[in-house]
């Protein structure tokens, strides 16, 4: 693709963002390029599955279709976890009746209708009587009627065919194992190593878990807590707190939970996540029925669209693009119902309905300013200046009604501010003075779309210009047609990190 062909790909006209999980039906090069041009904005890499020379290859694919398209774009490694799984069967399979006491055990020989091993001698010590175990995504229920040193005697309040290493849910104990396995940390060292952008942490019960990954990860990448556990909601504050983002991963807490106790808790999660300005993530079926068939259903489109309407920073896709039979056409399913809601006359009240009030500090103070400026007058677009993201964060929370373009000289920043609401992250040399960095916010501002001449911009920095943590300058400018006629790209601007 020439320089030429790179500037005609615009900005998506929308603000949340998409996120889409590679695997079988999506590792191929072309069918990458085209969910990019579908409109996903991030990659998920799922670590519970494949081997590390197949994702080295989709982390080379992501890198080459950056530089076709000339944007930054987010790779989140999603590690398994520790996922708790029965032993094998005689048959590999064995029915429990409903209402049929079944014992698991620490005995490996293979099981049958009455017992089978559990291979997690931890559990043993965290189950009491009365507490309940959910085995294949909650399809069997068993009740501890008694609890030994090596086996739980259940009672099956639902039985059902049960076969080889189903996996196992305890909702009702913490489960006293660290949310990094041995394979996790493999992994993680993995991405750490090919420069994930993102690393999704499994199965998170405590701070603690984040506080073990982030020391691991030494600064590198951001870290998104994926709340699937009972106990991870009861801490949910700490845990945003100590993470870089969150997941609402709805599939685990919608076994461990029941179902009508997902969705409030969900919009609480969203809520209490955008009060940080850290980005929140929706996931798990919310296109389901798109693996077998072209179409979602009506419920699912409403889905989607109340996360948009609910202010998250992004909606994703798993089995939808990396196994089902339509991979692009649910990521242009996703990016069709986000800017339809976005054009929704309605939209800006829904999404600001949560009140978030700057904290006092001139940086958010600022950034408030920034979303009053966007509704009082024809705004284009706010220009971020920022080394580390933290003013795009706080612009982002305010969910101002404009793209925020946010610039900066590290394209590992531009990569993680990429899951942010309205983000527009671009890598470029960093400016030194207020006059470079008004040239060169018109001079982006013009090359990526979001304005033309007579139109305008607010500019957002910090001086003394090249520090950390200094945001304390906001300006409005308006971009001239001489501007707009003598302007030409030649790339000299992109940042040179590599």
């Known amino acids: 693709m020439t320089k030429a062909e790179t500037l005609k790909f615009k900005p998506r006209g929308r603000k949340v963002k998409i996120l889409a999980t590679i695997g079988p039906a999506s590792s191929d090069p072309d069918v990458m390029r085209e969910l990019f041009r579908a409109g996903a904005d991030a990659f998920r890499f799922n670590m519970s599955h494949g081997e590390h020379a197949q994702h080295a290859e989709n982390f080379k694919t992501v890198r080459a279709l950056e530089k076709e398209f000339g944007r930054p774009i987010a790779i989140l490694c999603d590690l398994q976890g520790p996922k708790l799984r029965v032993g094998t069967f005689k048959d590999g399979k064995a029915t429990i009746a409903h209402g049929a006491s079944f014992t698991l055990d620490r005995n490996e020989a293979p099981g049958d209708a009455t017992r089978v091993c559990l291979p997690h001698p931890e559990l043993f010590e965290a189950l009491s009587e009365g507490q309940r175990l959910l085995i294949n995504d909650g399809k069997i229920r068993l009740r501890v009627k008694e609890m030994t040193a090596d086996a739980a005697h259940c009672v099956a309040e639902v039985g059902g065919v049960i076969s080889d290493r189903k996996g196992v849910n305890v909702p009702d104990a913490e489960v006293p194992i660290p949310a990094l396995t041995p394979k996790d940390k493999k992994d993680l060292a993995f991405a750490m190593e090919q420069g994930a952008d993102w690393i999704g942490l499994s199965f998170v019960q405590r701070p603690a878990d984040i506080a073990e990954a ?99 920073d992004a909606v994703m896709l798993s089995a939808e693009t990396a196994a089902g039979d339509w991979p692009e056409e649910a990521v242009m399913m996703m990016n069709s119902i986000a800017r339809q809601v976005e054009r929704d006359e309605d939209y800006k009240q829904r999404v600001r309905m949560l009140d978030t009030p700057p904290d006092a500090t001139t940086a958010d103070a600022l950034a408030h300013a920034c979303m009053t400026i966007g509704d009082t007058i024809d705004l284009k677009a706010v220009c971020v200046f920022t080394s580390t993201g933290s003013t795009a964060r706080r612009v982002a929370r305010e969910r101002p009604n404009v793209p925020v373009m946010v610039l900066t000289p590290s394209i590992s920043v531009a990569r993680r501010v990429t899951l942010l609401w309205g983000a527009h992250p671009v890598a470029t040399k960093d400016i030194g003075s207020f006059e470079e960095m008004i040239a060169k916010g018109k001079r982006m501002a013009l090359r990526h779309g979001f304005a033309e001449g007579g139109e305008n911009i607010a500019m957002l920095a910090g001086v003394p210009f090249g520090k950390s943590g200094a945001t304390n300058l906001l300006h409005v400018v308006s971009l001239t047609g001489d501007e707009l006629d003598s302007y030409v790209d030649d790339g000299s601007e992109d940042s040179q990190e590599a």
């Open 214 to 312: 982030k020391e691991l990860m030494a600064g590198r990448g951001f870290l998104c807590a994926k709340i699937e556990k009972p106990q991870a909601v009861q801490r949910i504050n700490e845990i945003i707190a100590a993470a870089d983002g969150i997941m609402v991963a709805r599939g685990d807490l919608g076994v461990e939970l029941n179902p009508e106790e997902v969705p409030p808790l969900q919009k609480k999660i969203v809520n209490a996540t955008r009060l940080t300005g850290k980005p929140v993530i929706v996931a798990t079926q919310m296109l389901e029925s798109m693996i077998e068939s072209p179409t979602p259903t009506r419920a699912e489109v409403s889905d989607v669209a109340n996360a948009v309407y609910d202010g998250a």
